[in-house]
C-alpha cells in the first residue's frame, strides 16, 4: 500500500488546476475532502455488497426484486461515475487502468452491465469488496504493512517444503484410494477410484462428509489408519510455515538492531553497548 501511494502521488497532475484538486480529493486521504470521500465510498462499497447478498436470498429476491434492482443500478453509475473521474485527474491513464485497485475499480462495475446479457452475472459484484483495501490509506495502517511482508516472506520460504508436502499427501491419497478401491468395491459405494480417492482426502482432512463409508472390516481398519494419520499431517504445513515466520522475525529484528562495527576486524555484529569487539577484542 505504501507503493501505491508512491506510484499514485507521482500520477498526480502537475499543473495546480482543478484535476490537481479533484485528484487530492480522490486519491489522497490526508485532506478533509479527501477522507470524507474515502469514507462515503467505503460505506457505498458496503451497503452495495449487502444488497448484492440479499439479492441472492431467493424470498427477498421475490418480495423486494424491483428496489433491490433500483439500489443496485444506483451504488453501479455512482461507482461509474467515481472511476471516470479517476481516468479523467490521474496524469497517466494508462497506469491507473492497469494497476491493481485501478482493475479491481473496473471490476466492481462491469458485472451490472453484463448481467444485461448474461443474467446471473450481477452477483459478482461481491468483488467490489475487495475496494474496501483502500481503508489502508484512510486509517494509515502503513504501519502493519512490515507484518504483512513478513508473513510473505515467511510463505515463500516455505514454498518448496510445502510444494513437497502436497506432492506426499496427493500420492498417499492415490494410494489409499486405490486400496479402498480394492477392499470395498463398487457394492460399498466406492464406485470408481476417483471416488475413493475423495473419500481419502475427505477422511485424510477429518473433513468426514459422510457420503461414503466402509462397511467390510479391513475398511474399517484402514479407515481408521487414515483417520490418524490425518491428525498428524495436519500439523506439518503449519509447523514449516511458523518456523519460517520465527525465523524471519528473529532476521528482521536483527536487521534492526543497531551495531557497533569495529574498526580493526571490520565485524558489524557486535551489540550496541557492547564495549569490545566479540570477534577480535578490540575496544570498541
Same mark, same amino acid.
Given at each position: 500500500?505504501?507503493?501505491?501511494?508512491?506510484?499514485?502521488?507521482?500520477?498526480?497532475?502537475?499543473?495546480?488546476?482543478?484535476?490537481?484538486?479533484?485528484?487530492?480529493?480522490?486519491?489522497?486521504?490526508?485532506?478533509?475532502?479527501?477522507?470524507?470521500?474515502?469514507?462515503?465510498?467505503?460505506?457505498?462499497?458496503?451497503?452495495?455488497?449487502?444488497?448484492?447478498?440479499?439479492?441472492?436470498?431467493?424470498?427477498?429476491?421475490?418480495?423486494?426484486?424491483?428496489?433491490?434492482?433500483?439500489?443496485?443500478?444506483?451504488?453501479?453509475?455512482?461507482?461509474?461515475?467515481?472511476?471516470?473521474?479517476?481516468?479523467?485527474?490521474?496524469?497517466?491513464?494508462?497506469?491507473?487502468?492497469?494497476?491493481?485497485?485501478?482493475? %479491481?475499480?473496473? $471490476?466492481?462495475?462491469?458485472?451490472?452491465?453484463?448481467?444485461? +446479457? *448474461?443474467?446471473?452475472?450481477?452477483? !459478482?459484484? &461481491? /468483488?467490489?469488496?475487495?475496494?474496501?483495501?483502500?481503508?489502508?490509506?484512510?486509517?494509515?495502517?502503513?504501519?502493519?504493512?512490515?507484518?504483512?511482508?513478513?508473513? %510473505?516472506?515467511? $510463505?515463500?520460504?516455505?514454498?518448496?517444503?510445502?510444494?513437497? +508436502? *502436497?506432492?506426499?499427501?496427493?500420492? !498417499?491419497? &492415490? /494410494?489409499?484410494?486405490?486400496?479402498?478401491?480394492?477392499?470395498?468395491?463398487?457394492?460399498?459405494?466406492?464406485?470408481?477410484?476417483?471416488?475413493?480417492?475423495?473419500?481419502?482426502?475427505?477422511?485424510?482432512?477429518?473433513?468426514?462428509?459422510?457420503?461414503?463409508?466402509?462397511?467390510?472390516?479391513?475398511?474399517?481398519?484402514?479407515?481408521?489408519?487414515?483417520?490418524?494419520?490425518?491428525?498428524?499431517?495436519?500439523?506439518?504445513?503449519?509447523?514449516?510455515?511458523?518456523?519460517?515466520?520465527?525465523?524471519?522475525?528473529?532476521?528482521?529484528?536483527?536487521?534492526?538492531?543497531?551495531?557497533?562495527?569495529?574498526?580493526?576486524?571490520?565485524?558489524?555484529?557486535?551489540?550496541?553497548?557492547?564495549?569490545?569487539?566479540?570477534?577480535?577484542?578490540?575496544?570498541?
Amino acid at each position: 500500500m505504501a507503493v501505491y501511494e508512491e506510484k499514485y502521488s507521482e500520477n498526480k497532475p502537475d499543473e495546480n488546476n482543478w484535476k490537481s484538486h479533484l485528484y487530492e480529493i480522490i486519491f489522497e486521504a490526508d485532506t478533509p475532502a479527501g477522507k470524507n470521500f474515502d469514507i462515503v465510498l467505503i460505506v457505498s462499497i458496503l451497503l452495495s455488497v449487502l444488497v448484492v447478498m440479499i439479492d441472492s436470498v431467493k424470498s427477498l429476491r421475490l418480495a423486494h426484486g424491483d428496489l433491490l434492482h433500483d439500489i443496485e443500478w444506483f451504488f453501479t453509475i455512482l461507482f461509474t461515475i467515481e472511476y471516470v473521474l479517476r481516468m479523467i485527474c490521474v496524469k497517466s491513464k494508462t497506469r491507473y487502468a492497469t494497476s491493481i485497485l485501478g482493475i %479491481i475499480d473496473l $471490476l466492481a462495475i462491469m458485472p451490472t452491465y453484463l448481467s444485461l +446479457f *448474461l443474467p446471473g452475472s450481477q452477483f !459478482l459484484l &461481491v /468483488i467490489r469488496i475487495l475496494r474496501v483495501l483502500r481503508i489502508f490509506r484512510i486509517l494509515k495502517l502503513v504501519k502493519y504493512l512490515n507484518e504483512a511482508e513478513l508473513l %510473505i516472506t515467511a $510463505l515463500k520460504a516455505s514454498s518448496r517444503k510445502i510444494t513437497v +508436502f *502436497l506432492f506426499t499427501v496427493l500420492t !498417499l491419497v &492415490v /494410494i489409499l484410494g486405490s486400496l479402498m478401491y480394492l477392499i470395498e468395491g463398487e457394492e460399498n459405494g466406492f464406485t470408481s477410484i476417483p471416488m475413493s480417492i475423495h473419500w481419502a482426502i475427505v477422511t485424510l482432512t477429518t473433513v468426514g462428509y459422510g457420503d461414503i463409508v466402509p462397511k467390510t472390516p479391513l475398511g474399517i481398519a484402514l479407515s481408521s489408519v487414515v483417520m490418524i494419520i490425518g491428525y498428524s499431517i495436519i500439523a506439518v504445513p503449519t509447523g514449516i510455515v511458523t518456523a519460517e515466520i520465527s525465523f524471519a522475525s528473529i532476521e528482521d529484528r536483527e536487521k534492526k538492531r543497531p551495531r557497533n562495527v569495529c574498526n580493526n576486524c571490520g565485524n558489524d555484529r557486535n551489540d550496541s553497548d557492547a564495549l569490545f569487539c566479540k570477534h577480535c577484542g578490540t575496544k570498541l
